[in-house]
């Protein structure tokens, strides 16, 4: 098992099994680890981050100069990670006041910050517009009104991107289709919304309308979604060239590429999915007769995925006869709810015995106070004893950001490994955290 997600990346780059038989990752011991700081512990490997946002960077770069890849923050948003990115030369794609503001704690360079989502509050856009930001991608009339009127205001002009909704199917799970028709997110093409908003910011002075937005889901694995929604981006960028006078300066095609979470996962190399989007678009340019414009990307998993491993302790063990054997670990869905929200699948290993060979399949089980509370389902894996540890991989986007204190769950440390030395950056939740708002 521990040779197959190694070979198929779904491990970090760093990972092995060392001559104790145990899994390390970035030099450290995760045996070791996990007696140092508990369990859960969220590991995450600082060389595959630096790998994976080199690959977007280097050969975006190389192959289509103008261009930005912007760190999807919400993957997971922590100050030692938005320092590593800025640190790494990526911009910021947020979506919250929240991520704004820990930006700005971190020293973000604003003007390589894109503000999404569906719902900013006045609040938050009056924020946006002060901190100078990039750009804010405008998702709905309310906004667009809200946005002009607070930037004439504060005597701004804001550059703004519009969110289209192309109307195209994402090969993924419904809840992470961002594209299509029937969606919260973006001006539908098709029923005529998206030309109206393109008008309306055109006539709004404090409004500087540079392109537009099309991301159409998350983990997808194909590149057809891509080209379709860029092509259908694109002619209506022509439409809007030839009605009313809009150059296309800027175009994203937002992120969304997938990563293996199990060895049957086959993901495109990061390298490829960059030269394949970027033909893409210049394919696109090429048949609307437009000027290729910059080009951004917003990868959220394929940045922190794969670098983050959760570590947990085997606690009880229930075999029902003839049906499955439960195996109950210190977390699940507080610190991971991606298999209860979408059915998302992963792989483990024993990472105290890594090199033995699988018995029979068990069922991994969170301890939170719901039967949907099961982190993976029959997978094989050395007949567990309590004590183990069980590593999960490609646990580092989605994971703690979308973590709660669900069962007042302390939500676990985390600390980041690199040649050989940790660094905790995050300790585990106490009462008193959990405490700390309540008056
Ligand atoms: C979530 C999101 C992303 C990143 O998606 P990943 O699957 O993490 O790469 C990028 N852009 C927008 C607008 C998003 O909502």
């Not at 490994?417 to 585990?428: N, Q, S």
Request: hydrophobic content about 40%; aromatic content about 6%.
């Amino acid at each position: 098992m521990a040779t197959e997600l190694l070979t198929r990346q779904v491990l970090p780059d760093t990972a092995r099994v060392n001559p104790a038989g145990h899994l390390e990752i970035g030099g450290c011991d995760t045996v070791d680890l996990a007696h140092t700081y508990g369990t859960p512990l969220y590991v995450y490997d600082e060389a595959t981050i630096r790998a994976r946002a080199a690959q977007h960077r280097d050969t975006l770069r190389a192959v289509y100069p103008s261009s930005e890849v912007l760190y999807a923050s919400k993957a997971y948003a922590a100050p030692w990670l938005l320092r590593l990115i800025r640190e790494l030369d990526l911009g910021l794609d947020v979506v919250s006041g929240g991520e704004l503001a820990l930006a700005e704690r971190v020293g973000f360079p604003m003007e390589r910050v894109y503000f999404h989502g569906n719902n900013k509050t006045p609040d938050e856009v009056r924020r946006a517009l002060e901190l100078r930001l990039g750009r804010v991608v405008v998702d709905s009339f309310h906004e667009l009104d809200l946005l002009a009127r607070l930037a004439a205001e504060l005597g701004r002009r804001q550059r703004i991107l519009i969110r289209l909704s192309p109307g195209v199917e994402a090969h993924t799970h419904d809840y992470r289709k961002t594209g299509i028709l029937d969606s919260k997110f973006g001006f539908p093409i098709s029923t005529g919304q998206a030309e109206e908003a393109v008008q309306r910011a055109l006539a709004a002075p404090s409004l500087e309308l540079l392109g537009f937005h099309a991301h159409i889901g998350s983990g997808i694995y194909e590149m057809d979604g891509y080209a379709e929604a860029t092509a259908i981006g694109f002619e209506f960028a022509r439409q809007m060239r030839e009605r009313h006078g809009l150059e296309l300066r800027e175009y994203s095609p937002g992120g969304g590429w997938g990563i293996a979470y199990t060895p049957a996962d086959r993901p495109m190399p990061i390298p490829e999915v960059m030269r394949q989007l970027t033909r893409i678009v210049r394919e696109a340019a090429q048949r609307t007769g437009l000027q290729p414009p910059r080009l951004v990307v917003e990868p959220g998993r394929s940045i922190v995925g794969t670098a983050g491993v959760a570590l947990y302790t085997v606690g009880a063990i229930k075999v029902v006869p003839g049906l499955r054997t439960f195996v109950s670990l210190d977390g699940g869905m507080a610190d991971n709810i991606r298999p209860a929200i979408y059915g998302a699948r992963y792989a483990a290993l024993l990472a105290n015995r890594a090199s033995e060979p699988p018995d029979g399949p068990v069922t991994l089980a969170g301890k939170y106070c719901e039967s949907g509370d099961v982190l993976i389902k029959d997978i094989p894996l050395p007949a567990p004893r309590s004590g183990d540890l069980v590593a999960i991989p490609a646990s580092g986007a989605y994971n703690l950001a979308m973590s709660s204190n669900y069962n007042l769950a302390y939500r676990p440390a985390v600390v980041v490994v690199a040649d050989g030395e940790p660094r905790l950056v995050r300790r585990r939740e106490t009462i008193e955290d959990l405490l700390a708002t309540e008056l």
